[in-house]
């Protein structure tokens, strides 16, 4: 892939709440092909920003622009029905269903009558071929029928990646996927991801510093709602910026 | 007894299976009280069903012979329910005679499936015109009053008294609206006009502001339908807004009937019309009123006399068709052509079967509805709409 | 599935009950339950709504008051008129007030939607109460009933209750086709994580607006059937004290389930007929409110999942420690049909909350 | 309307909504900070106007005092009561779906219902305002207005002053709007959130009972008298911002306003419009006025 292919393109992001600036001028492109790693301090405006990309939240300034579309008016649903899907940082899987039914619910938002209420669900074959490709990928094949809330907390991250596969998106928004994990987990979901980058663009927000310097292609530093780094990162580990601001803290 | 309770239990719980025959010789005659229990009204219903029942006790139990048994049914005071409520009496306890109850919405329920369905019913306070009016039937009878009497007789009061321009005042449901109608037709025909008509939604008690428009209108006095809590709250905010000085207020007994207690001074002067007042000094009444004493350890009230004639009523009737219900015509030709008599003062039962009695004019003294003369001799409800 | 199975298997049963009843009931007995069908299909269209769907309406009576008040409103008073085009419009006529208020309540969110469902009830309330429309409070009479043609005549409490019946078994067979179907399961979602279910890519509001009309179309049906049993309409059809019943009545039976609207409209209305029983309580029959409000707090304290959960509330005793520790774990991940009113400051970052 | 009457109307709408707001109050903090819908709170208010009733003669008798005894006899009395009844009733279901307070409110409300029949009968009663109270003011030409209603309006004000500084001003009030705003994060700072939930209970208990004893000489009382406000007390929240006391004031006053000029102007039409207000603040401001926090 020799020239970069840009998926989701932000730029100038803002967004002001009252007086406070949560995220200022934030500009970024997620490549396919390649993990963007974000990481801040908390309170940085990082939920903020990956809101504001997927839709949940409009920007106070600056365009988000999908697979080449300015999709910055555009709802949450459309952008999803475009392509770009998010994890987010607390589990939002279906406690009550079965891994599969999470996953097939998720891939019927992109069947072409999400609708249809006189036939059984389970007998869409578009969601439920989707569904377990995604639960397969995101290694849950073994636990199909399981009731999702009965998971362990690193199998409930794996669903909550695999819910977001089966909606086809070519664009991921993951909100700390590795947050409360175990190392044998943490390693298990960085080779998820490693694997999932090809073909998709990945956007990872993570606290993890080993493991973010471990998986991601570039690097964006955010302090106080602004970007003062950004780069691959060995460019970022040597930023001095970085080291005064962010890692000096906890060094 | 227990066997007609054991018939009940099964009837309540698996849903009504048929009820076995009762295998009696003498057949007691089932009333069925569809009187309020619970909510704002529960205190009328006790009072109702105890007159009813003094009458009964009276008379050793018996009426023309035939042994009285009483089916009951809380009516909640909701007409949503009431259809369910008196078809439960109909069709589970298989009454034959229906008595209720205070809520006129209710009663015109009641009166609907007696007419469908030919059960005696007697009304024992309910005042809706429409349930001798439009409504009425062979079958359906009534022991009180309608609405349109107390505001009629106190209309002609108000005329005769001299007064030209009144303001009324009521809740906007069916009851407030035909007391002032009846209001208003005698009190015109006396000469007056009401100035203007007042109205809140039912049951709302927040009259402040339109005492300030009754104060704002100026009239020579004010003519007013509330009861019960309302009645209590409207009558000492009218004392509190100082108007009870310059504007007299006038209203239908109900305005200070079983209220006076927590009415209080506030109440003290006021004139109101009705079919009963305290210290009436009949014979009837004064025998009536030591009975119920006795029997309850409390004195009676207007209700209480209200449901001691529709027993009187029940038992005329019987007696004519000496314990035989299935002669209805019979039974309601005696009944019309009965005098009651009531501790009110004797009645008779006009063709539509509502009260035709004296109206009486009544003053609160020292937490008394004092007699103070008849505002209408011998009135007639006029029935509109009947047409049986 | 052995769940599955015996969720069938009740509710075969208990509809063949019903459909046999009237071979040992008296004409009370079909009175009684009659009615019960009624607010059972009046509590299956609001378990649509809370129970599956996540959005608690507190002003479901106003659908059910307008499907009784369009029945008499329609209806001639003098020749029966046809179920054919009756029921149709009574229901169009619930689904369509339905429309209004969804379209503008659905942009508000937990307690706010609960209210503003009761202020648009309200707002029906007082239009029949107050205005010559609906004859005001005293009501108006259905004097004569609809029948389909020589085949049925709603008159007759016998064909009343049949078809009752038949509409019970209807809605219920449609709400569990709606359940299983991709829209259901849209819905499903939605109660759980609406948030999520945007994330995913799904439009939600066309969904829960979709819900509502279906909803108050049933409720409409339900009023219908009321008018036609007791023939007479009141405004009290639409206060709130009914749609805080029908409420009572779905979560007593246990939300999330079709049965539990069914067992908890019967399970109300016969707890409230068995405390008003002179036969059994005597005099103290007058306080009926008290034994069934202390019941209702007992269900509560001990029916955590409602009459519906009682089987599995069991099992796990029974079963003991195992699925009891699964069961904490559970809880811990959210129990499935919560219903949660605490406003959340979505817009809000974490940031700053 | 002339001008006089317009005044005298503006007061009316004034007081009316301040004695809404006494009611509400309670309501709002129950429900903004423990997120229970409480729909016995309309009991809790019945019971306050039947103590004023009921205790006036054995406060009178024990202690000889008046008015103003009973109404603190009663406040310790609603306190424990709004204790005891959130450790029985309510502790346990936090953890619960909210729903399942409401179905135990409800309960609740049957049982106070005919807890008060049994031991007070169905009566009417009417409840004397203390002798320092009862006199009257001129107002206008022929109107005079009591000076009791003046007290409640005091009363009201000084209880919305008084939440506010609580609020604001202690560590409890500090405590009570971060155990609102996140439970978890109040538990981990060693704050007790049962011991919190039980005072902010018995507080919102008490509010209402004290609003009924000081309403009981001007609105008497009867049996039902806690179902006619409970509905408007939530319409009052909502309008307001649940959970916020500057929110429920506002809304009951804008109420009082509706309510009364909306009685004179629009008698037809007067019931039904505090609910239009309440859909249209809704549809324009989904949070109510004032969100709280």
């Known amino acids: 892939m020799s020239s970069p292919e840009v998926l989701l393109h932000g730029r100038d992001i803002t967004r002001r709440w009252g007086g406070l600036v949560a995220v200022n001028k934030v500009s970024l492109a997620l490549v396919r092909g390649r993990v963007h790693a974000v990481i801040a301090t908390n309170g940085a405006g990082k939920s903020t920003l990956i809101n504001i990309l997927s839709g949940e939240i409009e920007p106070s300034d600056g365009q988000v622009a999908l697979l080449g579309e300015d999709v910055t008016r555009w709802s949450q649903p459309r952008r999803a029905r475009a392509g770009l899907g998010r994890s987010y940082q607390r589990n939002t899987i279906y406690p009550s269903f079965t891994v599969f039914e999470n996953c097939r619910l998720a891939a019927q938002a992109r069947t072409p009558q999400p609708w249809v209420w006189w036939r059984s669900a389970q007998r869409c074959e578009a969601s439920t071929a989707a569904a377990r490709a995604a639960a397969e990928r995101a290694g849950l094949s073994a636990l199909l029928d399981r009731e999702a809330g009965l998971l362990s907390h690193g199998q409930k991250r794996q669903l909550e990646i695999a819910m977001c596969l089966a909606t086809a998106p070519q664009v991921l928004l993951l909100d700390e996927p590795l947050a409360g994990m175990g190392a044998e987990e943490t390693e298990r979901m960085l080779a998820l991801l490693a694997e999932l980058k090809h073909g998709h663009a990945i956007l990872l927000v993570e606290h993890d510093m080993d493991a973010v310097f471990r998986i991601a292609d570039e690097i964006t530093v955010m302090v106080n709602g602004a970007v003062i780094a950004s780069g691959t990162p060995d460019a970022v580990r040597n930023s001095s910026e970085v080291r005064a601001a962010y890692l000096g803290e906890g060094h | 007894m227990t066997l007609f309770r054991t018939t009940l239990v099964a009837a309540a719980i698996a849903g009504g299976a048929a009820s076995p025959a009762l295998a009696q010789t003498a057949p007691k005659l089932k009333v069925g009280l569809m009187l309020p229990a619970t909510g704002t009204f529960a205190a009328l219903g006790t009072a109702i069903e105890q007159g009813f029942r003094l009458y009964v006790a009276e008379q050793g139990g018996k009426l023309a012979g035939r042994e009285i048994e009483f089916v009951k049914v809380d009516d909640e005071s909701d007409p949503s329910k009431a259809t369910d409520n008196v078809n439960k009496l109909i069709k589970r306890d298989n009454v034959d005679v229906l008595v209720g109850t205070v809520h006129s919405g209710v009663a015109m329920a009641m009166a609907k499936v007696a007419k469908e369905t030919g059960t005696l019913l007697i009304v024992p306070n309910a005042g809706a015109d429409a349930v001798t009016g439009p409504m009425c039937a062979p079958n359906i009878f009534r022991s009180s009053f309608s609405n349109w009497q107390p505001g009629y007789a106190m209309g002609e009061v108000m005329a005769k008294k001299g007064y030209k321009r009144v303001v009324t005042i009521t809740w906007k449901y069916a009851a407030g609206d035909e007391s002032v109608r009846g209001f208003k037709e005698a009190f015109e025909k006396g000469g007056g006009t009401v100035a203007k008509e007042l109205s809140l939604p039912f049951p709302n008690v927040e009259f402040q502001a339109l005492l300030t428009e009754i104060a704002a209108a100026k009239p020579d006095a004010v003519y007013t339908f509330f009861a019960g809590g309302g009645a209590v709250k409207f009558v000492k905010d009218y004392a509190a807004a100082g108007l009870k000085k310059s504007i007299p207020l006038y209203g239908a007994g109900f305005l200070t009937d079983g209220t006076l207690e927590a009415q209080g001074a506030d109440a003290d002067g006021l004139f109101t019309t009705l079919h009963y007042a305290d210290s009436l000094g009949l014979p009837r009444d004064n025998a009536f009123r030591l009975a119920y004493a006795k029997s309850y350890k409390l004195q009676p009230d207007v209700y209480a006399v209200q449901g001691y004639d529709a027993a009187q009523m029940l038992a005329t009737g019987l007696g004519a068709v000496k314990g035989d219900l299935s002669k209805k015509a019979e039974f309601a030709a005696a009944v019309e052509k009965a005098r009651i008599d009531s501790p009110r003062g004797a009645f008779t039962i006009s063709k539509s079967h509502n009260p035709v009695q004296d109206i009486y004019l009544r003053q609160v003294t020292g937490k008394e509805n004092k007699l103070v003369g008849v505002a209408s001799k011998s009135l007639a409800d006029p029935g509109r709409g009947c047409r049986s | 599935m052995a769940m599955e199975r015996s969720k069938f298997l009740f509710t075969t049963v208990a509809f063949a009950a019903l459909a046999l009843y009237p071979f040992a009931a008296g004409s009370f007995g079909i009175d009684l339950v009659t009615k019960i069908m009624v607010y059972a299909v009046f509590a299956l269209s609001l378990e649509l709504l809370v129970g599956t769907t996540g959005l608690v309406c507190f002003g479901q009576a106003a659908f059910f008051g307008i499907g009784a008040y369009a029945t008499v409103l329609l209806s001639s008073p003098t020749d029966s008129p046809s179920l054919a085009w009756l029921l149709p419009a009574c229901v169009l006529a619930a689904a369509a007030y339905a429309l209004f208020v969804g379209a503008l309540t659905l942009r508000t969110k937990g307690v706010y939607f609960i209210m503003v469902t009761l202020a648009f009830a309200q707002m029906a309330y007082y239009v029949v109460h107050d205005t010559p429309l609906g004859g005001g409070t005293d009501g108006i009479y259905l004097t004569v009933k609809p029948v389909l043609g020589g085949l049925l005549d709603l008159d007759k409490p016998l064909a009343l209750y049949g078809f009752t019946l038949g509409a019970l078994v209807a809605v219920f067979g449609f709400l569990a086709l709606l359940g299983r179907s991709r829209f259901g399961r849209a819905l499903a979602g939605i109660r759980v994580n609406e948030q999520r279910m945007r994330a995913t890519g799904f439009s939600t509001y066309p969904y829960k607006l979709a819900a509502f009309v279906i909803s108050g179309g049933i409720a409409g049906l339900a009023g219908f059937l009321f008018a036609v049993k007791d023939g007479f309409v009141n405004p009290e059809l639409m206060s709130w004290h009914l749609s805080g019943a029908v409420l009572i009545m779905i979560i007593l039976g246990g939300l999330g389930h079709l049965r539990g609207a069914l067992i908890g409209a019967f399970a109300f209305a016969l707890l409230q007929e068995l405390f008003k029983s002179e036969a059994i309580f005597g005099d103290f029959a007058k306080h009926w409110q008290l034994g069934l409000g202390l019941t209702i707090i007992a269900s509560v304290a001990l029916l955590p999942r409602g009459i519906v959960g009682v089987p599995r509330q069991w099992r796990e005793r029974l079963v003991g420690r195992r699925i009891a520790t699964t069961e904490v774990r559970h809880e811990l991940a959210g129990p499935p049909p919560r219903v949660n009113f605490r406003v959340r400051s979505a817009e809000v970052p974490n940031e700053l909350a | 309307m002339d001008l006089a009457t317009f005044l005298i109307q503006c007061l009316n709408a004034l007081q009316y909504g301040l004695l809404l707001f006494l009611v509400a109050s309670g309501l709002t903090l129950i429900f903004g900070i423990m997120g229970v819908i409480n729909l016995a709170h309309g009991s809790f208010y019945m019971i306050g106007a039947y103590m004023a009733y009921a205790l006036a003669p054995i406060v009178g008798s024990t202690f000889g005092g008046g008015f103003f005894a009973t ?23 936090y953890q619960r779906e909210h729903l399942q307070q409401v179905l135990m409110t409800y309960g609740l409300i049957l049982v106070f219902e005919e807890l008060r029949s049994l031991l007070l009968g169905d009566d009417v009663h009417g409840v004397k305002p203390p002798d320092i109270l009862a006199g009257t003011l001129p107002l206008g030409e022929m109107m005079t207005y009591p000076v009791y209603r003046l007290f409640i309006s005091g009363v009201c004000l000084l209880l919305a002053l008084g939440m506010y500084l609580v609020f604001t001003r202690t560590r409890l009030g500090m405590m009570i709007r971060a155990g609102s705003a996140n439970r978890e994060m109040v538990q981990s700072l060693g704050i007790d959130i049962k011991f919190l939930y039980r005072v902010v209970f018995a507080a919102g208990v008490a509010v209402a009972v004290v609003a009924g004893m000081v309403a009981a000489p001007v609105a008497s009382v009867y049996p039902g008298m806690g179902n006619t406000v409970l509905i408007i007390c939530f319409v009052v929240v909502v309008i307001g911002g649940i959970g916020s006391i500057r929110g429920a004031l ?44």
């Open chain 4, 71 to 93: 109404l603190g006899v009663g406040v310790v009395l609603a306190v424990l009561l709004g204790y005891v009844l959130e450790w029985a009733f309510f502790s346990f279901l």
């Open chain 4, 250 to 293: 506002l809304a009951s006053l804008v109420i009082g306003v509706v309510d009364t000029f909306g009685t004179v102007l629009l008698p037809q039409a007067a019931g039904v419009l505090v609910y239009v207000l309440m859909a249209l603040i809704l549809l324009w401001k989904p949070d109510g006025l004032f969100k709280a926090g």
